[in-house]
């Protein structure tokens, strides 16, 4: 015989084909917590501070022997043959449903764990199609709320747990779609997690990785757009690298580290561009500029080979660009490079890009050269080589 213990959403017990409610609030509370707590039972003080979270009664004691008397009779609805479902011992009350061998008692909540921690052993297993089905299953009891109509301490803990089962359970779904190249099934997923948790970056990274898997680059842009504006105005720090070098790659770019493998022409402009300072003759002078150009991020904005006119660059990717080369932490030279002559000049259009927004957000982005050193902030210049752009 089985018996199913539902606490997600409304409570209900299933039996021999029929389904048994509990009407009182209080009541459904105090079932939830000697079901879940099992053989050790719940001390009789505990249980009242979960049914009356607040302030006890002051007559609490003689209301909590009341409320035990009519859930022995709800138990005793569907479990007749056990005569005392509820004892007390040792200041415990104890929900006693009879030997398991008699009786499979399944309670949603434990068996959303044990479904949980199955996926993760069968994602390891490299099986992909049963983790899929374990997450399904799980998700099926866990999308619903813990006692919506109650709080107190006690269940806030349990919402919590149950919370970040939940989103356990979704991020080893979207690993499993990925892995199976469920492209579109790894996006409802992680568009479900970032609707569950949208403080959780990783949940964003998710969404992006998955949305560029389907083809859609634009909204995967727009996702890190969003998370970027949670995160400076909510929260007032910057994405992190890892959700950076998404970033990075979602525009195409590889993230690699200046030095060796920068090529002969980049070392050249480095050279050029190199920070106030860093001229100093001598070992001392060359080891500092090296280091400061070691720390460098440059922005770099190309026409297409054998093409005039616009560069090949994007408004979005520009201002992308601008903004990991803020967040590096120094105000470094903006530079560009243009394959034709007659063309209108890269850094004007440079400029056009950003303005408007990066320097609305971040006024003291300009190019730190000597002349601008003496200037008031207001009169500061963005400079380009060989152009000269007035904020």
């Known amino acids: 015989m089985r018996t199913e213990i539902n606490l997600m959403g409304r409570l209900t017990v299933q039996r021999n084909g029929n389904v048994h409610h509990l009407s009182s609030p209080q009541a459904r509370v105090a079932f939830a917590r000697l079901a879940l707590a099992g053989p050790n039972g719940v001390l009789r003080d505990e249980l009242g501070e979960t049914i009356w979270p607040f302030e006890l009664p002051a007559t609490w004691a003689s209301a909590l022997r009341s409320l035990i008397s009519r859930l022995r009779t709800f138990v005793g609805s569907w479990r007749p043959e056990i005569a005392e479902p509820i004892v007390l011992s040792c200041g415990r009350y104890v929900l006693d449903l009879g030997p398991a061998a008699d009786e499979e008692i399944v309670v949603d909540v434990r068996r959303a764990h044990h479904l949980v921690a199955a996926a ?48 356990a359970a979704m991020e080893l779904g979207y690993r499993a779609a990925m892995a199976e190249h469920d492209h579109p099934r790894a996006v409802r997923i992680a568009k479900e997690t970032v609707a569950v948790a949208p403080d959780r970056e990783s949940a964003y990274r998710d969404l992006m990785s998955a949305h560029k898997a389907v083809g859609n680059r634009a909204e995967a842009l727009h996702e890190y757009r969003r998370l970027q504006t949670i995160l400076s105005e909510e929260l007032g720090v910057d994405p992190s690298p890892e959700t ?87 105000l470094q030279p903006i530079r560009t490079s243009s394959a034709g002559r007659g063309e209108r000049h890269p850094g004007l259009l440079l400029h056009d890009a950003v303005a408007k927004d990066a320097m609305r957000s971040h006024p003291d982005l300009y190019w730190a050269d000597g002349s601008a050193l003496g200037q008031p902030a207001a009169d500061r210049r963005i400079q380009v080589p060989g152009v000269g752009l007035k904020r």
Do not use: K
């Open 120 to 167: 993760r052993t069968a994602l390891a297993d490299e099986a992909n199609a049963e983790a899929a089905a374990f997450v399904d299953e799980s998700l099926r009891c866990l999308r619903f709320q813990f006692m919506a109509e109650h709080d107190g301490e006690w269940v806030a803990e349990q919402r919590d747990v149950l919370t970040a089962l939940r989103i």
């Open 244 to 330: 950076e070098l998404v970033y990075l790659d979602l525009l195409g770019r590889a993230a690699r580290p200046t030095g060796s493998d920068s090529s002969p022409a980049d070392s050249r402009s480095n050279a050029r561009s190199a920070p106030l300072g860093s001229s100093s003759r001598g070992a001392a002078g060359r080891a500092a500029a090296s280091s400061q150009r070691s720390r460098r991020t440059v922005v770099t904005a190309r026409s297409a080979p054998g093409r005039t006119g616009a560069p090949r660059v994007s408004h979005a990717e520009v201002l992308g660009a601008v903004s990991v080369l803020l967040r590096a932490g120094a």
